[in-house]
């Protein structure tokens, strides 16, 4: 099954170099699936042709906001309306899981509660899981046929099913501990430092990224059976 990353923005840490970039950390997380991965660098207005070119598209994390007036949002969410159309699965990381409620006419703003960092721990129909966030923006409004699976104190809107069309999630199940290391560092001293503090007391208490994965591949598989 080929898999189609269409990157939202290049990994901060790979941004200072020596570091690998958004789509690498999903080739690490979803690795051991029977995935084949390309890349569109879609924050560069690299696009795929048609939403068919691919048997499902993982939208990345990005530093910017899905509300941003940037040249790449327009036609990116015209692709995820198009695929919803066309019948080919979508899964949506932070800004990914951001875009497709606004696309479908949801409402994404930057959160009046604030920042959340690091390891937090969501309601997943009654099965709690521990992964790591790093956002500000979340899902205010939901679009139609979004039904919420997953929530937590802080992000009342975390994880998202539409169907057999999309499933998204706020929080970043690709990062292990040194992508949370390296923004702690970067981004940290830029910060409230109450999240930040979170972040790092935190550091080495474990994460269900690997039963993320899972549900990842699942999606997809269940999305083409």
Sequence with gaps: MKIGILQAGHFLLAEEGGNPDNDTLFHRLLGGHGFDFE???????E??????????WLITGSKHGAYDDLPFIAPLEEFIRRSF???????????????IAQAMGGKVVQFAGGWRAGRETYDFDGEEIALTAWHQDQ???LPEGAEVIGRSKYCENAAMLYGRKAFTIQAHPE???AELSGLIDIRGPYMPPAPVAHAAANIDAPVASASMADRIADFFRRANG
Aim: charged fraction near 20%; charge should be negative.
């Design 39 to 45: 890349t569109w660098n879609v924050v560069d207005m």
């Design 47 to 56: 696009f795929p042709a048609s939403p068919g070119e691919a048997d499902g």
């Design 85 to 99: 159309t066309e019948d080919v699965p979508i899964v949506g990381i932070c800004f990914g899981h951001q875009v």
């Design 139 to 141: 899902v205010v409004e």
């Design 175 to 177: 990062y292990g501990r």
